[in-house]
C-alpha cells in the first residue's frame, strides 16, 4: 500500500557512494554519529520554500502556488494547470504525499534509532543534549509534514508508529479533521514543553545587524517556530473549507462509514485565538517585533520598511530558511527584462494583484471617495528609485499608490536601477520583444529583488526565505479574534493588529468610530463582523502577497467562485500596444478554469488504487 514504502539506498539519505552504501545497514547507520547527523539531515528537505516562485521547481514543495492563485502571472503557456485544468490521474505537484510519508517514516525511524555516540575528539560526536534536540526537533518535521498534507488534502492517514515495510497488511484510512489537528497539537505541545529546543533564533538581544542572530541556524525549528506551527493548524482548522463550510465535504467518509469531517465547531477559533496568544506573548518576550525603519525625528519610514524587510535577516522572522531562488541567478533572471543579459522577463504581477494595492491615503481604488485615476499621466516619486528619482510620465493607475505596491510591482516607465533606465514594456521596445521572454500582462515582480543583483557577473545578495513572520501572525490574531467573538471589543482587538501592519505600512488606520471621510490618520469600519472580516482579508491580500499563502487562503475562506481571477479572465496591460493609446488599456491575458473539486487537491488515482481503505476527496473519483 502507499504507506509501506520500503527503505530507500543509504546513499539518498547519506551521500555516500553507492560502494559504501550497498554495504550499510540501519544497525550500522545509527552507530555513527556521522550518518545519524546526515540522517537527521535529510529530514529538513520535508520543508517548503516559496521563493521559487513559477515553474522553476514545479513540486509541491515550491513557491508554484504564488502563481497557482492568480497573483502571478508567467510567459508562455502560463499556469496551464489553472487553464486546462487536471485529473485525479494528472493532478500537479504531488511529491508532498508521496514525499512526505516517506520523511514522517524516516523520522519516526531516527526517533527509535538514534543514540548518543562518539568520545569528546570525534569532529561529529553526539551527546546526550544533541540527542534530545534532535528528536524535538524531528517531532516538530512530523508535524509539521502532516500540517503540509493537511493544508492540501485535508485530513490524512496518521501513522502514529513505526510500520513494517513487510506488512502488506498495512491499509490507513484517513483521519478524520479532528483526529488530524489533535495528533499535530499534541506532537507540537510535546515539543514546546520538552525544553530540547532553543526558545528563539535571537540569541544576543544587544546585538545589531548579523550579529544578533544565530544564522547558522536558521532553518532548525526554536520554540517561537514551534508555536508559530501550532497557531497556524489551528487557524486552518477553524476556517470554513475545514469546519463544516464546504458541505460535499461532510458526505466523505471511509470505507467503515466513519465520517472524517464535522459541521462547523465555533470553539475551534476560540482554540486558534488561544494558541495565537501564546505565540505572541512568547514572541514579545523574544524580543520579536515588526521590521520598521524609523526617521531621524522617530517617525515610521514605510518606503524604507517595507523594502528593507526582504532584504536582510531582521526581528520580524519567526522561521526561515537558507533555501532561496533569491540567492542566485533563478529569480533574478525570472524578474529582469530579456534586455538585462541573461534575463528572462517570465514573471509578471497579475492585474488583479496591482488592483488589490490600497492608495496612499488607505483606501481601495474603487472607493469614491480615494485618489485612484485610470487615465492621464503623471511623475510619480517612486521610493524603490534610489534617492526616491521621480518616474516621468507614468499612467496615473500607478501614482499614488502605498509604498507595497511601489515595492511588489515593476511597471512601464518605473526605474530600472541596473540597466540604468526606465523599464520600457512597449511592443518592440526594449523590454518586449513580442515572444515568451517578455511579460505578457505589462508587469514584472519586483518584490524581494534587489536593484543591484546582477546576473551578468553573477553578484548576488544573501537573502533568507521567510517561513513565518511576526505581520502574518499579527493577521492571523485578527482573524482569529473577529471570528471568534462577534463584539464590538473584539472587532477593535482585531483592528488594533490590522493597524499596526497598516502604520508600518504608511497608510491610514481603521476604527469602528465615526470619523470624517478626510481624516488624516483614521478610516471608519462598520461595527460589524463581516466588515472586519473584509478588512482582514484585504490587508492580508496586500502584506503577505507572493509569499506563498495566498492559495491556502482562498480556499480556506471558500471565496474561490467570487474572485474572477480564478473563474474566468485575467487582464492585464496590452502586450501587443506600441504606444500609449494602446498599451493602456485593460486586455485579456489569459483565461482560467477553476472547478469546486479543486478546493482539496485530489490524492493520486494509483494511490487510491494501492489502498483500499483510502477515499478520495470530492468530485475527484
Not at 532553543?198 to 514551534?226: C, F, M, W
Amino acid at each position: 500500500c502507499f504507506l509501506t514504502l520500503a527503505l530507500t539506498g543509504c546513499s539518498d539519505y547519506l551521500d555516500v557512494s553507492d560502494e559504501v552504501a550497498e554495504n550499510l545497514t540501519l544497525d550500522e547507520v545509527f552507530d555513527n554519529p556521522n550518518y545519524m547527523r546526515r540522517w537527521h539531515g535529510n529530514l529538513f528537505n520535508s520543508i517548503s520554500e516559496y521563493s521559487s516562485i513559477g515553474k522553476n521547481k514545479a513540486n509541491g514543495f515550491s513557491g508554484v502556488w504564488v502563481s497557482m492563485c492568480g497573483e502571478t502571472t508567467l510567459s508562455g503557456v502560463g499556469m496551464s494547470e489553472m487553464i486546462s485544468g487536471f485529473t485525479s490521474a494528472n493532478a500537479p505537484f504531488q511529491q508532498r504525499w508521496k514525499d512526505l510519508y516517506q520523511y514522517i517514516r524516516d523520522a519516526n525511524i531516527f526517533l527509535e534509532r538514534v543514540n548518543p555516540k562518539g568520545n569528546i575528539n570525534d569532529q561529529y560526536q553526539l551527546t546526550e543534549a544533541d540527542v534530545k534536540r534532535m528528536k524535538a526537533e524531528a517531532k516538530y518535521l512530523i508535524a509539521y509534514s502532516y500540517f503540509s498534507l493537511f493544508e492540501l488534502y485535508g485530513p490524512v492517514p496518521i501513522l502514529d508508529e513505526l510500520a513494517d515495510p513487510e506488512d502488506k497488511g498495512l491499509d490507513y484510512a484517513r483521519a478524520s479533521v479532528d483526529e488530524t489537528v489533535e495528533y499535530i497539537d499534541n506532537l507540537l505541545k510535546e515539543v514546546i514543553e520538552s525544553g530540547d529546543l532553543p526558545e528563539s533564533i535571537i540569541q544576543n538581544h544587544s546585538a545589531t545587524g548579523n550579529d544578533r542572530y544565530n544564522l547558522n541556524e536558521i532553518v532548525r525549528p526554536t520554540v517561537t517556530a514551534a508555536k508559530a506551527l501550532r497557531a497556524k493548524l489551528w487557524v486552518y482548522a477553524a476556517s470554513p473549507l475545514f469546519n463544516g463550510g464546504y458541505k460535499e465535504s461532510l458526505d466523505v467518509a471511509n470505507t467503515d462509514g466513519k465520517k472524517i469531517f464535522a459541521s462547523y465547531n465555533a470553539n475551534r477559533w476560540i482554540t486558534a485565538k488561544s494558541r495565537l496568544e501564546d505565540l505572541l506573548n512568547n514572541a514579545e518576550q523574544n524580543k520579536h517585533t515588526l521590521f520598521t525603519v524609523y526617521n531621524t525625528d522617530g517617525s515610521i519610514n514605510p518606503d524604507e520598511s517595507v523594502y528593507q524587510l526582504f532584504q536582510n535577516y531582521n526581528d520580524e522572522i519567526l522561521w526561515a530558511t537558507g533555501d532561496n531562488l533569491w540567492n542566485g541567478s533563478t529569480m533574478e533572471q525570472n524578474t529582469n527584462p530579456r534586455d538585462c543579459y541573461t534575463g528572462w522577463g517570465y514573471l509578471g504581477v497579475s492585474q488583479d494583484l496591482v488592483d488589490a494595492f490600497f492608495v496612499k491615503d488607505g483606501l481601495t481604488i474603487d472607493d469614491p471617495g480615494s485618489l485612484y485615476k485610470e487615465d492621464g499621466f503623471t511623475d510619480v516619486v517612486n521610493p524603490c528609485n534610489e534617492n526616491k528619482r521621480v518616474d516621468t510620465n507614468v499612467f496615473n493607475m500607478y501614482a499614488n499608490r502605498e509604498p507595497r505596491f511601489y515595492t511588489t510591482v515593476s511597471y512601464n516607465g518605473s526605474w530600472y536601477a541596473l540597466a540604468g533606465r526606465k523599464y520600457e514594456f512597449f511592443k518592440n521596445q526594449k523590454d518586449n520583444d513580442y515572444t515568451h521572454d517578455a511579460p505578457q500582462n505589462g508587469y514584472l515582480v519586483r518584490k524581494k529583488v534587489y536593484p543591484q543583483d546582477n546576473p551578468k557577473n553573477g553578484s548576488y545578495k544573501w537573502r533568507q526565505m521567510f517561513l513565518y513572520r511576526l505581520s502574518a501572525s499579527f493577521l492571523d490574531y485578527a482573524e482569529a479574534i473577529n471570528e471568534a467573538y462577534d463584539n464590538k471589543v473584539s472587532r477593535e482587538e482585531a483592528l488594533k493588529y490590522v493597524n499596526k501592519v497598516r502604520e508600518r505600512a504608511g497608510v491610514r488606520q481603521y476604527t469602528l468610530n465615526t470619523v470624517s471621510l478626510d481624516d488624516p490618520k483614521y478610516i471608519h469600519v462598520d461595527d460589524n463582523q463581516l466588515a472586519v472580516r473584509e478588512v482582514v482579508r484585504m490587508e492580508r491580500r496586500v502584506e503577505l502577497c507572493c509569499e506563498g499563502s495566498r492559495w491556502s487562503d482562498i480556499r480556506r475562506w471558500r471565496i474561490v467562485e467570487s474572485l474572477p481571477e480564478m473563474c474566468g479572465d485575467d487582464y492585464g496591460m496590452n502586450y501587443g500596444g506600441t504606444n500609449s493609446n494602446e498599451f493602456y488599456k485593460r486586455t485579456v491575458f489569459q483565461t482560467r478554469v477553476w472547478k469546486r473539486a479543486m478546493y482539496w487537491m485530489p490524492v493520486y488515482f494509483e494511490e487510491i488504487n494501492k489502498n483500499p481503505n483510502l477515499v478520495q476527496a470530492p468530485f475527484w473519483n
